[in-house]
């Protein structure tokens, strides 16, 4: 089950790559979250609660960054396991500049077991792209009030 | 003693639980609460083939309202192994109800849980921590069999947990000679017979009186109670089943797989607990059935008389066919009956059956007889084409004679009785197959819309008797007669929708000379009845019925003799008819009377004259006379009692476009000998060929190469609707069986056996013009697609850029 898209979000490509990578970042970002512990540089381990109908459950996983080109892509992959199957996902996240922001582009590979797997492609790849899409904007909503605000936005 | 009269056998009776069930009064296994109840769910692999590393139970144990958390190691403490539920010359595994070392499919259970509520065991069950170490998986039944395939239990040194074969005559001399060799290769997909109930199981351990009872949706509630009982090395006469209604039972129903998990639970706890089964816990883990694959090799002479067969059947039981349930002998049952209707002079079988990574294998509607009549029937066709002769005329040169009964198949069985051509040629007449082949002339290539037809002769070997397995040889049940003159049938089968409850009312009714208002039958309560088998292998009217019929008879001749003592007349000049017996041109007593003077005024003392035993009640014990376990000189058994037969036709038109099938119209002829009743049996027809065309059009289970199942809910696993077929026309021919008390013979499982090759010759016949024939099953749009890319005529007319 194959999945891409792109997000765009407001931030230089530095400084989104830093996010998109940061740990902290991922904890807070990543939909549901309960918990990030870092095994090893680039290697976490994650509680995740997911409130989707029939998948509903917590869900805990390892998630590893790799192949990583600042500024320009890194590998991600993550397997996990929940009170209905497992899942597990890998692909490139890419960034490129699109004026003073940045366009994340991203392919990810998923492979289901257990339970889900019939759900699979008529349920769970929507709701992947729906969360997928949802950690992408918390990023850009974590950069955008990071960020210094743009001169108009401070006007009343 | 005077013939019984016919009166109420063959009379469309209405069934007697349908006002309960229709006004709502039914009561299912899951209606059943008992004080202080807790509530199961499981804990299933999510992998095809695993290695449990570890298990943590701590979270889910320290749970508010989570009263027990077994693991398979922890269950050890209970139970044993599941026993084995059929075992001739088979490999059986020690597996257990929740896995141990490893989980041998996807949705086995692993852990299970007892709670206040389902939905706080549920919830108990994401706190179970596990590690799994995922194996390699194997699905498919060749791959499975190949040398380098992953082994399931590797103490085997292979994946066979059973072959058999035999040969019998001068097969390498026939084929070498034959004028005509043709060889398929058939295969057939894993589905399974859905019951509208699933499995549902109430077991509560009273620590008081030391006893397990199990409320269970079972088609066997005394083979339950032996299964349960061994699982747990309980006393068997400590346990009693309670079966009550079922909703659906089609031999899958007929093991103590997970139904022994609740009972591990009540042992734990002290407390009744109930799993009411999902449906996606059915079709995961619920019996599942068919998935084979077929060799056939068939030597013809030229003026189209069969000669040899030789056959190789390559069957699949998941991981496990022999304790999970008992799917594995259905392998065996295919291999004798391959030969089918047809008369033979060289044979040759054999049949292996590989275990997979897939859920467990038990019956399903057929158990075998299905699969003997799924590839024969499709070859006859074909080689009927082949030979230039209509599928009918092919059969007719070929078929057993009606006059040649008892008839000993090559393969070993003998064939009761039965007129097979008969059964053929008024199928023709009902189906007006002429009618629709003209039709089909005329209207071919004027639309995208192709009409076919096919048919297919079927035997249904009913009432099984086969050694070393739960599918044993004998039934005994109770008629007892009652002080206000009622009669009670105490027996050990089981009403699963099959209508019992009413036919064996009406087998007593005419024996006794009563009317069935006059009969209840009890069943469902191991402790109230005899020890009687259920009804499997479609034994109700070859076993039960006999057993019955033959109970009642001695228990009127002991009346007789009652009343005849007290007459000071002989018995033979007495009958009982509409609940009176009558001397010839004399006297009369009702049978209210007889049975007050027998109970209480005077009593029996008095009147029951010293030679008779008992005229209170006869418990019978019936056995088939022509079954046979002792080897004949090729080593040939007689597993079954008696032969019922039939034909049937499909008329389909398929859509070149969108690859829809139509069934535009379904007839059947059915010989299942004297008829009981014949809204009950043409019902049985009507539903299982349904069931059948499910197989045929929709149904399969989705596994794909890791041993993940895809399709677990009932919107991707399709069943057939009213809607997707005609009204079914069905005839019957009367044969009655030599061998049965009533000359009846089975009939639940006939419909079921046939369609596939009926639709499969009728898709063959419909796309003739493209010149493609069926392969793979289910017939789904797609698939029919696929079927027709391979076709240049077709990819001229239709194809799009292929």
Redesign the interface.
């Known amino acids: 089950m194959k999945f891409e898209g792109e997000s765009r979000l407001k931030g230089t490509r530095a400084a989104v790559w830093h996010a998109l990578v940061d740990p902290a970042v991922i904890e807070r970002c990543t939909p549901g979250c309960q918990s990030l512990a870092i095994m090893a540089p680039d290697d976490f381990e994650l509680v995740t609660k997911v409130g989707i109908a029939s998948i509903s ?2 869900y ?1 996983g390892r998630m590893r960054l790799g192949e990583k080109v600042a500024g320009e892509r890194y590998a991600m992959s993550a397997e996990g ?3 209905i ?2 899942m597990s996902v890998a692909g490139v996240v890419t960034l490129a500049d699109v004026g003073d922001e940045t366009l994340v582009g991203y392919a990810f590979e998923a492979t ?4 889900m ?4 492609q ?1 349920a769970l790849l929507p709701i992947a792209k729906l969360l997928t899409k949802q950690f992408f904007k918390s990023v850009d909503q974590l950069l955008a009030a990071e960020a210094p605000p743009a001169a108009d936005e401070v006007e009343p | 003693m005077t013939k019984s009269t016919s009166k109420w056998v063959g009379a469309s009776l209405a069934r007697k639980q349908d006002l309960r069930l229709v006004t709502g009064h039914g009561r299912y296994t899951d209606d059943v609460s008992l004080p202080g109840m807790l509530h199961a769910a499981m804990l ?4 095809a083939h695993a290695r449990i590393k570890s298990i943590d139970v701590s979270r889910a144990r320290a749970l508010q309202g989570v009263h027990a958390v077994l693991t398979g190691e922890d269950a050890k403490r209970y139970w044993g192994p599941l026993p084995p539920t059929i075992d001739i010359g088979m490999k059986v595994p020690t597996v257990y109800a929740l896995a141990t070392e490893k989980a041998y499919y ?2 086995e259970p692993v852990v299970a849980v007892a709670a206040d509520t389902r939905y706080l065991a549920e919830d108990a ?2 706190l179970i ?1 596990i590690e799994y170490e995922p194996l390699a998986a194997v699905t498919d039944t060749e791959a499975a069999l190949a040398p380098d395939a992953p082994l399931l239990y590797p103490e085997w040194g292979d994946n066979v947990q059973c072959e058999w074969g035999m040969t019998v005559g001068a097969l390498d001399e026939t084929f070498a000679n034959a004028d005509h060799v043709f060889e398929y290769r058939l295969p057939q997909h894993r589905y399974s017979g859905a019951s509208l109930e699933a499995r549902a199981a109430l077991a509560h351990f009273d620590a008081y009186n030391r006893k397990l009872t199990l409320y269970c949706s079972t088609q066997s509630p005394n083979l339950v109670r032996t299964l349960v009982a061994q699982t747990f090395r309980f006393p068997e006469h400590d346990v009693q089943v309670i079966a009550p209604d079922i909703g659906g039972g089609y031999g899958n129903k007929l093991q103590a797989d997970a139904e022994v998990i609740p009972c591990l639970l009540s042992l734990a706890t002290g407390r009744p607990v109930k799993w009411t089964e999902s449906r ?1 816990e059915n079709l ?1 883990s619920g019996m599942q059935c068919r998935d084979y694959v077929w060799y056939l090799k068939v030597a013809v002479s030229r003026d189209g008389i069969l000669q040899g067969l030789d056959a190789q059947v390559y069957g699949n039981v998941g991981c496990d066919g022999t304790c999970h349930a008992a799917g594995a002998g259905k392998f065996l049952v295919a291999a004798a009956y391959v030969p089918g209707p047809y008369k033979w002079q060289a044979f040759r079988v054999a049949t292996k059956v590989a275990v997979s990574n897939k859920a467990p294998s038990g019956a399903y509607r057929g158990y075998g007889k299905d699969i003997a009549n799924y590839p024969l029937e499709v070859a006859m066709n074909r080689m009927a084409d082949a030979l230039g002769l209509t599928p009918a005329e092919f059969r007719r040169r070929n078929f057993v004679g009606k006059d040649e009964f008892p008839y000993q198949q090559i393969s070993g069985p003998i064939y009761d009785s039965g007129d097979y051509a008969q059964c053929l040629a008024k199928l023709l007449a009902l189906v007006d197959y002429d009618g629709v082949k003209r039709r089909q002339a005329e209207t071919q290539g004027k639309s995208a819309k192709y009409l076919g037809i096919g048919i297919a002769s079927m035997l249904e070997p009913s009432g099984g008797a086969v050694p070393n397995c739960i599918f044993n040889s004998y039934e005994v049940a109770t008629v007892r007669f009652m002080p206000e003159g009622g009669v009670l049938v105490l027996t050990g089968h089981q009403d699963i929708g099959q209508g019992t409850e009413t036919t064996l009312c009406q087998v007593v009714a005419d024996e006794l000379g009563i009317t069935p208002d006059d009969v209840r039958v009890v069943y469902g309560d191991t402790n109230a009845v005899p020890y009687g088998m259920g009804p499997w292998s479609s034994r109700g009217a070859t076993f039960n019925v006999s057993c019955i019929a033959e109970a009642a008879r001695r228990l009127k001749t002991n009346l007789r003799e009652v009343v005849a003592n007290l007459w000071q007349c002989e018995a033979t000049r007495l009958d009982v008819a509409d609940g009176v017996v009558v001397e010839a041109g004399g006297r009369t007593m009702t049978l209210r009377d007889l049975g007050n003077q027998l109970h209480l005024w005077p009593g029996a003392f008095g009147i029951v004259p010293k030679h008779v035993t008992n005229p209170f009640e006869v418990t019978h014990y019936w056995t088939s006379p022509i079954a046979s376990w002792v080897p004949d000189e090729l080593g040939r058994i007689r597993l079954y009692s008696t032969h019922p037969s039939g034909s049937s036709a499909i008329v389909v038109e398929v859509d070149a476009e969108t690859g829809k099938i139509e069934v535009k119209d379904i007839a059947i002829v059915d010989d299942c000998g004297v008829i009981i009743n014949p809204m009950i049996v043409d019902g049985q027809l009507h539903g299982g060929y349904v069931q059948g065309i499910g197989g045929a059009l929709m149904e399969e289970f989705h596994y ?1 190469e ?1 041993g ?6 009932l919107t ?1 696993y399709l069943h057939p609707l009213a809607t997707d077929v005609p009204d079914i026309k069905c005839d019957h021919v009367i044969s009655p069986s030599p061998y049965t008390a009533l000359g009846t013979k089975g009939m639940g499982e006939g419909s079921t056996i046939m369609p596939c090759a009926v639709m499969v010759n009728a898709v063959d016949d419909a796309l003739k013009p493209f010149g493609v024939r069926v392969s793979d099953l289910p017939l789904t749009p797609e698939r029919v697609i696929r079927l027709l890319e391979t076709s240049a005529v077709w990819r001229d007319m239709y194809g799009v850029g292929v």
């Open positions: 459950g917590t805990k396991a929940g009170p199957g497992t289901v077991g257990g339970a797997t019939g759900m699979a008529r | 299933r692999c999510p992998h996807m949705g069950l994401e921590d996606q995961l794909d890791r993940q199942l895809w399709n677990t809910d991707s």
